[in-house]
Every structure is written in C-alpha cells, then in structure tokens.
C-alpha cells in the first residue's frame, strides 16, 4: 500500500480541521481521516454553549487581553501560558472563518455574531448557535471537507501504532465492516480522537465512545500523557443518565435550588453566584448533596436547575434542546417544573502530551483536541473554550503535519504484524480461560471511580481505586467476547474500548493520588489547599514495565503571576 | 434529609424486544429473535437493546454513540416507524404494538443492509456530494476569518430549523418514492440543498439548483409528507421541498424542466376546468416523443381494458367553477404577494 502523508484518527472537530488545513497547506499531499463512527456523529455535535472568542460584539470593551486571563486564571494557573495566548488570539479568526464557511452562528440586533455570558468569563463573550453550537459546527466543518474531496476511512477503529524502535510507520486499524485489520504506513499521524471521560459510565455526560482510543494508543506506544488526574465534572447532568444540561441554561438566568429552595451558590460564589466556574459549581451541589440539603430518588440524589422563571418563549428559542432531552429523559418539561441535575464527568483536562503545535515526543505523531493536553485547559476548563481548543489546535495540528510530513521517510507495516493485530483480537473470543463479561467490568470501573476518584478525592480512597483497577485489569485478561462474527462486531468494540479505559483509568487514579494539594477539579479532602511550591507543575506518565511511571514537567508561565483563584 | 422526595420505584414489566437479526456472512435470509426482558418504565428503547446485548445476546447489533438524540447513529424502525432508539420511550410504544407487548425493532429502509439493524450510510454520503450540500462562500480567500457577514435575524431564520438535521435518516427510510428509485435525491439532501440556497453567504445556489432539477431531483417528490411526519427534529422538511420548487420555476422559469412543467400544466386545468385533463397531462409535461416512447404500451393496456381518461373535449368544468375561479385567483395573488415581501 502506498504511504500516506498524514493519517488523522478521528473525525470531530479536530480531526476535520486538521484534515482541511493540512489540504490548505500543501494539496498535493496523500491525507486520510481515519474514524470509528461517520464523522457526522463524533461528540463535538454535543457541545450546546458555544466558543469564546473576544469580537467584543455583545460587550464592546472585551478584549483577547481579559479572555486570555479569565482562561489562565480559570485554569488555576496550570495551563501554559504561550498556550493560552494562542487559543485567544486565534479565537476571533477561527470564529470569523466558520461564519465565512457556513457555521449558522445565531445573530445580534446588528446582524453581527452573537454572543452570550458564560462561566467564568468577565464578559459576555461565548460565540453561539442556540443550543446545538457543536453539531452546526460538526456539521459546517464536514461540509466543507466532502467539499474539499477529504478522503475519509469510515467506521475504521484505530488498534495500535506500528512503531519500530523510536520511528513511527503508521498505524492499524480494525475495518469495522468487514472485520479485518489493515495497515495505514504513513509518514505521520494525528490522533484527534477526544476525550476519556466516559470511563465514568453512568456519572458521564460523554457519548458511549469518548473512551480515549488516541491517549491509549499513545500511551501504549510510550508517548506520555499529561495532567491525567484531571477531570472535569459538570454541574448539571440529568439525574437519571448523566447527560448533559448545557451551562447556557445558567447563562440565560438559570437558578440552582437545593432542597430547602434556596439559592445555595450565595453561599460558594456570591458574586457570580450560577454563573461561577464549573469546579466551582460541581463542588458546591456536591456539598449541598453531602451535607443533605439534596433532594433524593432512586436514581440518586440532586438539586434542582430552575428555568420555570425564564418563560416559555425564551426556553423555547434559545434552550430548545435542552427542554426536549428533559421530557425525553427525565419526563420533566422544565417551562413549568425545575430539572433534576447533579455534576457529571464531562471533559478531560488531561491527554497525550503536546507543544503547542500538536508535537508530540514521537516524531511524526501529533495530537489535538480533547484527546491532546497542550495545555490550555490546565486544572480547569472554561466553559466554550473546548470547542475553542479544537478548531484553534485541529488547524495547528493539520498545518504542523502537513509542513512536516516530507520529512519523514515512508515505511512500510510488514504482514507479520497485522497478522499477530489480528490474532490478538481472535483470542479474545475463544471460550476457554475467557469468561469475564465485558457489562460487568464497565460497571465496576466506572463505580470505583465514581467513588473513589470523583469530585472528592482523598489518599486512602484512592489507593482503594488503585487496588480495584488493578483487579480488573487481571480480570480483564480473561474478558470474552461472545460475538464471534466478522462483520460489524460491536461486542468486540465494545471491549477494545473497556481496555483503552483500564489503561487510561490507571494514570488517571496515579496523577491523584500522586499530586497531593487541590487545583481546579482536583480537589483532595487531605490536602485542601493548592500547593504552587510543590505541585505548580504538569504531571506526566508514561508506560513502562511496572506500569504507571509518573514524571513532571513546568508549566510556562509569562504574563501573569500566581494569584488566589477566587469568584 | 430535609425536604427529601419519597422515594418512589417505577412500574417494571416483562416486554419482548422483536428484533429484525441478518448477518450476511452466516444466513441466507433475514428472521427475528424474540428476546423477553423486564423494563422499567422510564427506560427508552436503546437502553433496553444496550441490557438485551450485555445480559442476554452479545451478537445482537446495531449503531449508537450519544445515547442523547444528537449524533444521529441510532436510527431504526420501532413498530414500523422510524425514529431514534435513544429518544424513544419503551412505555410510550406499548400502546403501538400490533401484538400486545411485543416491540418489533428492524433497520431502517432505503439503504443497503450491512447486518442486524446497522444500514450503509455511504449512498447518503455519496448524494451530499452530488448536490453540493456545501456553503461555497461569497467571502474572498483573502479576506476569510478576516471579517464576518452580516446576517439578519430574518435571514437567519430561513435556516435555523433546517440546520438541526441529524442527518439519521429516519426521513430517508420513510420516504416512498425512495423505495420505488434508489437514485432519488431523498429528503434529507433536499434539505441541507435548500438549507444552503437560502444562506445569502452561498455563491452556487445556481449551480446546486440545476443539479436539483434533474432526473431523481426536486420535482419527484409526490408529497406524501411522510419524511416530515417521521422527522426526529421535528424539521418542517416539506417547506423546505416546496421552497426549492418555487425556487427553480422563479429563477429557471416554468419551462425549465418536465417537473416544473408538470406543476403548469396542473395549474392551467385546475384554472380551466377545475379538475385534470389525465389524457394530455404527459404529454404536456414531457412531450409528445417522450409520451409516446415510454407511455404507449401501457396506454394500449389501458384502452383494452377500457380504463382510458376521458379525451379532453369531455372533460366538462366542474361545479361552481365560477366561484372557484374567484378563490383560485385570489390564492394566487396571495401567493405572489407573499413571494415578493420574502425576497425584500
């Protein structure tokens, strides 16, 4: 097979605009996306709030200036500050460009893009589309790369990097439709392939495939993974299903109500009150929950998100979705009755270690997105700078590989290889040894970190999650997979997936434990404080022998000195 | 606890799942697996597919990813009806079953089936690309993320409802003349084409309504409104149909093509008669070449079974059609008028 120039594993946000880009910067290159799911469906289509970007169209004095400190500031100081500058500084471009391209960004008075207020932002400055801003951006950005002739690999999952001593040749991947395993030598590759959240299951906002494919392939591979232990958990999931009320329910005037009807925020965040930042908020419901000011149900404890004074007109225009998912999964029609809601795990922080221009320590591999951690995001992540992050880092990233990509001299994958890729996968469903049922173990991963690397974390607790992960993963040695066809196996999928999680879960429980003081959404009950002595540091694990080996690394700082992180 | 809700536990009963089961590499034709399962109310059908597939039949295979009703990938037929196995309520469909409890789940129609209730999207892909359903922007290259248009909120609504297509083919797999021609445009397509001609950034609207008005193209639709009807997004597609064909005969003018001839030729008998002249109807609309290449056996049929329209001398003007010559007038200066306030 002839060598592809540059193969991008994923087909959000950051994968499309990596792929557009990279046929900008040079067309005569050979580029594939490479994605499990028809990239229509990736999750970016999930994201409702919107993107900040300083146009100052709804608060004429804003500037990149304010954005870029309400985001370093937001990030408890552990995002890279050079990092930052080129998220904010490229956000009113990118913005510009997706107007340009189609994106049907709702409109100000003036006719020009609208824009509204958002965690943790001093000024009103999320770029939006009602409440479905991702899926029109999904939707724009594969427009315009069917436009552009992009050559997609449809419904391929990604199994492993083939790397020979430190050079990188390519990668292989499952053809879900036929079942077989196929080879993609390349001179580079770009994994874009989102976050890891979903490891939490049931607590997680995140579609059933954010199982961090790309970190786990990266980490497999020896790449190191950075500020893993961060995840961030959102305010307002439903109840029942975790998924997710968008925080522009908040921005729009939404009230958070415990049980005895008060307005608790006043207690954690007098002056911004609902509209503090997302660790913030999670914090305090779970508190009020802990403190047994919740309301309670089968399906657990809450408190209440109320829009029943925003008027139906409004919640008709601007949050229509949101009123539909909670009559469709909470029967709960919130023009006249308030939504049951407690945090969810919704974003991860951490992901394959880069340089601001999608590098990683491998030459020819790059990353971006969620599935990378540049880092922008730091301890914490503002709400409308993840859709920010991947148009802003997918464009870098595509340009980066595309300069870059003659470079490297093609190789080829030889035949031995895939043929043990695939003998591998076949172990997995012969009966004997193999008994483990994968629904089983994904419970039990997502409950142990659920309650022992939550929103409250502490030492013992998570040694408890360590010791579990560490049984599961022996268990999962004995995993079966029952369907035995080839053709479109999800069952098998399904456990490749539940692997990707184990491995990542671990680094995730290791950076916890490891980074004893609180920042951002890390907060340790042990160590309640943030520590910029000791921790004002990235972490950094990569895979070895014994497993999780945890390394570190500065965060670049410029502008802006350590402060107290208060709203 | 204060103010605590009583804990409550919801109704649970024993359903079956019937669901349509066809792995091309093993079975020579499709058959149904009945799997009987306890739900609780509350649990929406793809819940109960995800416990049948972890609890009962790992083989069992279908798409889903959001689990929220925005990606897209769960689209199937439940009792009959294509819809979204996430967003739809297992309670709510009991009251649907043609046997009593007993949910019939089956692939969607009008693609090519790839196993159990997963479809080939790729021919839906492939007519994205046939009709542009691209913006090519008015914007210079030079000048790309350097400024944005200026969009009126007016303007903006023309697309809103049409951009929150999922694009999960629910509507292609009710569409009926899909099912008679694979090559037809379909629904979904007809929207985002319509969705990008009324988008003032666009500079091919000519280019994607002459692709539109070809064979397979716009003026196949037959207004059954079953895409719309079955829409998830509650999309109002027809609207979307028509604005395309108003569009065509505007710009491109009636004698543009047969379909847009077809609709002349019906408004000039309603306007004449009040009812259609069916024997001259082809020919008006393709030609007497066309008529007689591709109508003649089955006219000859037709008079053998003595079931030939009436020649058009006899068809007489129907009751009242002074009356209704009034309304029809009216209607179609209202039309216009209405036509001229939206391109202001």
């Known amino acids: 097979m002839k060598p592809f120039d540059i193969v991008i594993v994923g087909g959000g946000g950051a994968g499309l605009y990596a792929a557009m880009e990279a046929m900008k910067t040079n067309p005569a290159l050979n580029i594939a996306v490479l994605s499990k799911v028809y990239p229509n469906r990736s999750h970016t289509s999930a994201a409702q709030g919107g993107a900040n970007a300083a146009l100052a169209n709804t608060a004429k004095d804003d500037t990149v200036e304010l954005h870029i400190f309400d985001t370093i500031k937001g990030s408890d100081y552990l995002a890279d500050q050079d990092a930052v500058e080129i998220l904010c500084s490229e956000a009113p471009k990118i913005i510009r460009e997706l107007d340009n391209i189609g994106t049907p960004w709702s409109r100000l008075e003036d006719n020009t893009i609208a824009q509204r207020p958002f965690g ?23 427009e315009q790369c069917l436009k552009k002739g992009v050559f997609f690999f449809n419904e391929y999952f990604a199994l492993q990097l083939s790397v020979n001593g430190s050079r990188m040749k390519g990668l292989i991947a499952l053809n879900i439709k036929t079942g077989k395993v196929e080879a993609f030598p390349a001179r580079t590759v770009v994994f874009a392939t989102g976050g890891y959240a979903k490891m939490y299951w049931n607590r997680s906002s995140n579609a059933a495939g954010n199982t961090g494919d790309g970190q786990a392939i990266a980490y497999r591979a020896g790449i190191p993974l950075k500020d893993m232990e961060f ?24 009230y958070l109500v415990n049980a005895a009807g008060e307005r608790f925020m006043s207690r954690y965040a007098p002056e911004k009150m609902e509209l503090g930042p997302r660790d913030l908020v999670s914090r305090s419901i779970e508190t009020e929950i802990l403190q047994g000011r919740g309301f309670d ?11 029943t004074h925003l008027g139906a007109d409004l919640i008709m225009s601007r949050l229509p979705q949101i ?70 880092f997918g464009r870098l990233a595509g340009r980066t590989a595309a300069e870059e990509a003659r470079r490297f001299e093609p190789a080829q994958i030889g035949a031995e290889e895939l043929k043990d890729t695939e003998a591998a996968l076949r172990s997995y469903m012969r009966p004997s040894g193999h008994f483990e049922r994968y629904g089983t173990l994904r419970e039990e991963l997502g409950q142990t970190l659920g309650m022992n690397v939550g929103i409250y974390r502490e030492a013992s607790k998570i040694r408890k999650g360590i010791e579990d ?92 000195e350590l402060q107290e992180r208060t709203y | 606890m204060t103010g605590a809700l009583e804990l409550h536990t919801e109704e649970k009963r024993d359903i079956t799942l019937r669901v349509f089961r066809f792995n091309p590499q093993v079975d020579s034709k499709p058959y149904f697996d009945d799997y009987t399962i306890q739900i609780e109310k509350g649990i929406t059908v793809l819940r109960s597919l995800n416990y049948i597939k972890e609890h009962v039949d790992a083989s069992v295979s279908f798409r889903a990813f959001c689990q929220a009703g925005i990606c897209g990938s769960c689209g199937m037929r439940i009792n009959g009806i294509s819809k979204l196995a996430c967003t739809t309520q297992v ?38 690309k046939q009709y542009s359903n691209w913006i090519e922007t008015r914007m210079p290259e030079s000048e790309i993320g350097k400024k944005e248009f200026l969009v009126s909120e007016e303007e903006f609504r023309k697309y809103d409802k049409a951009t929150d297509c999922i694009l999960c083919a629910s509507c292609v797999s009710e569409c009926t003349i899909l099912r008679a021609h694979k090559e037809y445009v379909s629904p979904a397509v007809l929207l985002k084409s319509y969705r990008m001609n009324v988008d003032g950034r666009d500079a091919i609207h000519d280019v994607r309504l ?16 079953r895409c719309q009807e079955t829409c998830v997004k509650h999309i109002p597609i027809m609207e979307a149909i028509h604005g395309i064909r108003e569009d065509a005969i505007e710009v491109r003018g009636v004698r543009d093509t047969s379909g847009a001839k077809h609709a002349e030729a019906f408004m000039e008998d309603i306007e004449k008669k009040g009812k259609l002249v069916e024997a001259t109807l082809p020919i008006r609309t393709n030609g007497v070449a066309w008529t007689l290449q591709n109508l003649l056996p089955m006219a000859i049929k037709m008079i053998l079974k003595r079931r030939t329209p009436p020649p058009p001398p006899l068809v007489k003007p129907a009751k009242g059609m002074k009356k209704f010559r009034e309304m029809f007038r009216e209607m179609t200066e209202h039309v216009r008028a209405e036509q001229k306030s939206h391109k202001k």
Not at chain 1, 233 to 253: D, M, Y
Not at chain 1, 348 to 370: K, L, P
């Open chain 1, 120 to 142: 943790g932002a001093g000024r009103p400055r999320c770029c939006y589309c009602a409440d479905k801003t991702g899926h029109t951006i999904l939707q724009t950005l594969y």
């Open chain 1, 231 to 254: 995840v961030q958990f959102h305010p307002t999931g439903l109840r029942k299903s975790g998924l997710l009320v968008t925080e522009g329910a908040r921005g729009e005037g939404g």
């Open chain 1, 297 to 307: 149900s089968p399906a657990g404890k809450y408190v209440h998100l109320d829009l």
């Open chain 1, 323 to 392: 009123r539909e998912m909670s009559m469709y999964f909470e029967g709960v029609d919130p023009i006249e009755e308030p939504i049951p809601v407690r945090p969810t795990a919704h974003y991860s922080m951490g992901g394959i270690d880069t340089d601001n221009f999608g590098r990683t320590v491998m030459d020819g591999v790059y990353a971006a997105g969620e599935c990378a951690c540049v880092s922008v995001h730091g301890a914490n992540r503002l709400g409308g700078n993840s859709l920010l992050d991947i148009l802003v």
């Open chain 1, 469 to 560: 992960l560490a049984a599961l993963s022996e268990r999962f040695r004995h995993i079966r997979v029952f369907d035995t066809s080839d053709i479109f196996n999800t069952n098998l999928l399904q456990v490749l997936e539940l692997k990707n999680m184990l491995d990542l879960a671990e680094t995730v429980a290791s950076g916890a434990l490891a980074r004893e003081e609180s920042r951002g959404s890390h907060t340790r009950t042990d160590f309640p404080v943030r520590d910029d002595e000791k921790w004002h540091k990235h972490t950094l694990a990569t895979l070895d022998r014994n497993g999780v080996r945890l390394g570190e690394k500065p965060v670049s700082m410029g502008r802006y």
């Open chain 2, 91 to 128: 309670w709510d469909e009991l009251s649907k079953c043609r046997e009593a409890g007993i949910i019939k789940i089956e692939p969607l129609r009008n693609m090519p089936l790839i196993k159990d209730l997963i479809v080939d999207m790729d021919p839906l892909v492939e007519k994205m």
């Open chain 2, 210 to 225: 002459g692709e539109l008005v070809k064979d397979h193209g716009v003026w196949d639709c037959t207004h059954c409104y």
